[in-house]
């Protein structure tokens, strides 16, 4: 597939911009070769500079759930934008957003927008701590909850494909109060309860990980999250950015009955525009400024576009009473054919999914399946990287690292899927 333009632009682009990108999960880090530079998205699909088409399942990294281009949403961003771009003051499309939250995340009393899932957690932490009192926080070793310096240890996603879990610019005293756990060790939070629960100000945490690649978490694994917390009144956050009207309409938190005390959104709820949000009970919310003292702020929050853009997208998944049959549906037919494909050509694989997420792991010898980040660790990362490059100039394009995870859409097709498998087919045999 010749791809000459995406490289010329990327080699302008290294000399313009760090690792030539805006964001590192997009470098190519753990599979090599040079990032494909895009034109446009329509649908399913993506399509580079050199006029090349791939079948999306990075979908923005989870935002574009409805598929590139949906008509619903251009018209709703047409619409805002004749009205002005942004005025740093109430709209009554907030009010409207606020209130989808609340109706689809009935845990979610009171919320406030953001610009970003990383602004989003950083802010549910500080309130965490400001109306706890107490300092610690908990995070568990796979999981990536944005960029934020006290979340920045043991992190999953493009930092634990970079192999660098902590990183530099993060001082002692910003992860000292950070306390790392592994994913799904329910003794392991029990012990630390036992020990030390009066001390911790919140636990966040992916319900359904996906920065580790696919991993859900275990049902008594989140339940004895919520009866730890409770009984010492630590505040639990469900980092809902990317589960967040993916697994289900009202999130993980609805497929698996477990009420957070705060969540934590991003992604689908912008409509792939800058929208990040985070919410809970109004007792908590409540300490927010200018209410309370617990100070967060942003100059664009609520913008009008984002929020129209966020808007459409959720109305139209609630005007869809099958959108999560059908996501789930173009999902297990996309886990099964990968999975007879890679078993015909005697490759030991696992495909994990839940809703609208998976992850393709290429197992070590040692696991069956991946529960936690030792396991996704142990995974066959070169492997991976030969069959992303196979599928790519198969005209697929698959999240360029094992620890990520894959998106379907409501427009990938059985048509859609099948022309996956077949080039899925091709790269597994040519391991
Ligand atoms: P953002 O700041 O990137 O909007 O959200 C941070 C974040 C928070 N919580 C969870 C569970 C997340 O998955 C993310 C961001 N996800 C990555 C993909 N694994 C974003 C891709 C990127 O960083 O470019």
Known sequence: MNREKSRQIFEEALTLIPGGVNSPARAFGGVGGVPVVIDRAEGAYLYDVDGNRYVDYVLSWGPMILGHGDPRVK???????????????????????????????????????????????????????????????????????????????????????????????????????????????????????????????????????????????????????????????????????????????GGAQERYGITPDLTTLGKIVGGGLPVGAYGGRAEIMNSVAPLGKVYQAGTLSGNPLATAAGIATLEAINADPNFYGTISRATERLAKGLTTAASAAGVKVAVQWIGGMSTLFFLS????????????????????AKFFHALLDGGVYFPCSQFETMFTSVVHTDAVIDETIAVAKDAFNAL
């Open 75 to 249: 018209e709703a961003l047409a619409k805002a934008v004749e009205r002005g771009v942004s005025y740093g003051a109430p709209t009554e499309a907030e009010n409207r957003l606020a209130s989808l939250l609340a109706e689809m995340v009935p845990s979610i009393e009171k919320s406030r927008l953001v610009n970003s899932g990383t602004e989003a957690t950083m802010s549910a932490i500080r309130l965490a701590r400001g109306y706890t009192g107490r300092n610690k926080i908990v995070k568990f070793s796979g999981c990536y909850h944005g960029h934020a310096d006290s979340l920045l240890v043991a992190a999953g996603s493009a930092a634990a494909t970079l192999a660098v879990p902590d990183s530099l610019g993060v001082t002692p005293g910003a992860a000292s109060d950070t306390i790392v756990m592994q994913y799904n060790d329910v003794s392991g939070i029990e012990e630390l309860f036992a020990e030390r629960g009066r001390e911790i100000a919140c636990v966040i945490v992916e319900p359904v990980a996906g920065n580790m690649g696919c991993v859900p978490g275990a049902p008594e694994f989140l339940q004895a999250l919520r009866a730890e917390t409770e009984k010492s009144g630590t505040v639990l956050i469900f980092d809902e950015v990317m589960s967040g009207f993916r697994v289900a309409r």
């Open 365 to 384: 010898d040692t696991d069956e399946k991946v529960i936690d980040w030792p396991s996704a660790s142990r995974c066959e990362k070169a492997r991976f």
